[in-house]
């Protein structure tokens, strides 16, 4: 199966990101050839026809072996299989076995794609004209929702989404107060005709083929049988910490990318002995194997239900894979000079990508939570918060 990802991803996705970021457009092909080699249920477990490639499973590590390689290939695309694997990730550890069975074999059958949605930024930029967030109501058979989210990756590209809103009023997972109490997971069904998406709000330099619009909810109805978990479990159970460190993994992906291309430059222009460009690519290298090593310390944590060490290791593991994978990826940019940014040069596109995907978590608040951590202090192990 990895083999086979792999393959795919060097032979085929790398061929089409360039395309797919021009036109800011759902990489769905990609998608379409996952499902023929029967990887779109990697997390879930065996029993539902996946291939427990999870924490719960004692293999996360082929999962991220998977993520490491698409990032490779496309950074944008790897966040919309990340954002999928997520989601199964959730169903498959706080889901009913009816919701399992009736979602995973959907994904296995039919190739559905899954995304999980909590965007809701409540502070308003200068030129923003609108409030963002979501309203729910809750009803004998179900919630109502009302409102938008933005950030909303594989929007258009997506069967479902799984929505983190909550019973006190917008502000998604990451800016509401009292989560553990209010906070929950609706799985939404993205054919329903009271959704909308806003494509007009997702115009940014990278990461452009996410498709991560602005989503609008007129009096959306979700049914009860679709709501996954109790109430503020997503937050009680810690699951936002499992998903951590696997951006850390994309980041790693794009530097492997960054470093080939450099590799392939300063051989094709003979510069093996300019002593600048030795150390440079030393460091990069450096680099990639400190990452390495991380990936694996973090994988065997999870695999062997350490979450307690996992927890902290996925945090350290996260900041430091932005801090090493866009130091390496300055180096490639320094040895290969100025044209390496002049499209389509893939050094340009994943300078782009990873510029704004490292902006998903903001790198003082992680590193401010490994020191907490280390003075004894509470945290939030979901969103880098100090607790009270």
């Known amino acids: 199966m990895i083999t086979a990802l792999e393959s795919l991803s060097q032979e085929v996705f790398s061929q089409r990101a360039q395309d797919y970021d021009l036109q800011a457009k759902f990489p769905a092909e990609n998608f379409t050839d996952l499902f023929h080699i029967n990887a779109l249920a990697a997390p879930v477990a065996p029993c539902f026809g996946g291939l427990g490639f999870a924490p719960e499973y004692g293999n996360v590590h082929a999962l991220w072996q998977m993520t490491r390689a698409i ?137 452009r083929s996410t498709v991560s619009y602005k989503v609008n909810f007129d009096n959306t109805f979700i049914p009860a049988k679709d709501c996954i978990g109790a109430v503020g479990e997503f937050l009680t159970q810690d699951m936002q910490s499992r998903f951590t460190p696997h951006y850390g993994i994309s980041f790693l992906g794009a530097l492997d990318a960054a470093y080939e291309y450099t590799l392939n430059i300063v051989k094709a222009q003979q510069r093996q002995q300019d002593p600048y460009v030795q150390q440079h690519i030393a460091r990069v290298k450096l680099n990639i194997d400190t990452l390495s090593l991380w990936m694996d310390q973090v994988a065997s944590s999870l695999d062997h239900q350490h979450f307690d060490n996992a927890r902290e290791q996925g ?74």
């Open 315 to 388: 945090c350290q593991f996260r900041y430091l894979a932005e801090q090493l994978a866009q130091e390496g990826l300055a180096l490639c940019i320094k040895i290969c000079g100025a044209r390496a940014l002049n499209k389509p040069s893939v050094l340009e596109r994943i300078y782009r990508d990873l510029s704004i995907y490292v902006l998903h978590d903001n790198a003082d608040h992680v590193l401010a939570t490994i020191g907490r951590r280390t003075l004894g202090l509470k945290v939030d192990n979901a969103f880098f918060k100090l607790k009270a």
């Open 71 to 207: 990032a490779k290939a496309d950074l944008s695309f790897a966040r919309c299989w990340e954002g999928h694997n997520n989601a199964l990730m959730l169903i498959d550890k706080l889901a009913k076995t009816e919701q399992k069975q009736r979602w995973f074999s959907q994904v296995i059958q039919k190739g559905h794609r899954w995304a999980a949605w909590s965007g809701e930024p409540q502070t308003k930029l200068p030129h923003q004209q609108y409030a963002i967030g979501t309203k729910v109501e809750k009803r004998d058979s179900g919630y109502v929702l009302n409102g938008n989210k933005v950030f909303a990756t594989s929007a258009v590209g997506a069967n479902r989404a799984i929505l983190l809103v909550s019973l006190a009023g917008p502000g998604g997972a990451r800016e509401i107060g009292d989560g553990e109490n209010n906070l929950l997971m609706l799985a939404c069904d993205l054919s329903d005709p009271s959704i909308s998406f806003d494509g007009d709000w997702w115009d940014p330099i990278g990461m």
